[in-house]
């Protein structure tokens, strides 16, 4: 079955303590992104990357890393979280249309509801 | 820009009624446009979508249709069932090569029986 997953689903942790939310993504897709939503504000989006080794920055950036050393995969990475990243996450794929690249459908991930204390 | 603005909800309805969600959106060049629709606790799912003007999209009843006019994507469905009950996004896609989606902040549509 085609589908994103995302680990964990929940997650409750402290300011400061490192964390990485994983997707993963077994459609063969280029394109990977990660959004955030909040109440009012809809998705935004943190990063994306294109392929392997390319990736950039998106609407909120700040505070994430990624990286996408796997076609497949696409972690998110809080090095110190604070109480404003207590969001709802998600990752999402698709395949890349050459010089039209937001056209393709994205794909998302079942979400990853984060609480930071 | 580019930006999609939604009309606010919460939406409540009874079954087998008439439903529209409003979106208009600003964009330069020509955005595709999409709805996701989002259920209790899961993911967001593509609903339907349109690449060009006058371009109408459609799946499980719900239809759009690609207003470039009035810079429109306005949601429809003739006769909502509980199971409708759902958040619904509206988003745009740009001619850019980054992929990225905007959305709308999202209408929540209550169905009661």
């Known amino acids: 079955e085609a589908q994103v997953t995302q680990n964990p689903r929940y997650l409750i942790t402290v300011t400061g303590k490192k964390l990485t939310v994983t997707c993963s993504q077994n459609?063969?897709?280029?394109?990977m992104s990660w959004y955030r939503q909040d109440p009012g504000l809809g998705l935004r989006q943190i990063y994306y990357?294109?392929?392997?080794?390319?990736?950039d920055k998106g609407d909120v950036p700040e505070g994430y890393k990624v990286s996408r050393k796997e076609k497949r995969n696409f972690p998110l990475i809080l090095e110190s979280p604070s109480p404003n990243q207590t969001s709802l996450y998600f990752c999402?794929?698709?395949?890349?249309?050459?010089?039209?690249?937001?056209?393709?459908?994205?794909?998302f991930g079942p979400g990853t509801r984060l609480l930071v204390l | 820009g580019n930006s999609v603005t939604q009309m606010e909800g919460p939406v409540t309805l009874s079954e087998e009624a008439f439903l529209t969600i409003n979106c208009t959106y600003t964009?330069?060049?020509?955005?595709?446009l999409f709805w996701y629709v989002q259920y209790p606790g899961e993911g967001l799912q593509l609903l339907l979508k349109?690449?060009?003007?006058?371009d109408k999209g459609s799946n499980k009843g719900f239809e759009a249709t690609y207003r470039k006019e009035t810079t429109s994507f306005h949601l429809e469905k003739g006769s909502v069932q509980v199971s409708d009950s759902a958040v619904y996004f509206c988003?745009?896609?740009?001619?850019?090569?980054?992929?990225?989606?905007?959305f709308g902040q999202g209408t929540t549509l209550q169905v009661k029986p």
């Open positions: 999402a794929s698709s395949t890349l249309s050459t010089g039209t690249g937001g056209r393709k459908t994205q794909y």
């Open positions: 990357s294109m392929n392997v080794e390319v990736t």
């Open positions: 964009a330069t060049g020509y955005p595709s």
């Open positions: 349109a690449t060009k003007a006058d």
């Open positions: 459609m063969n897709h280029e394109y």
């Open positions: 988003a745009l896609s740009g001619s850019g090569n980054t992929g990225k989606l905007i």
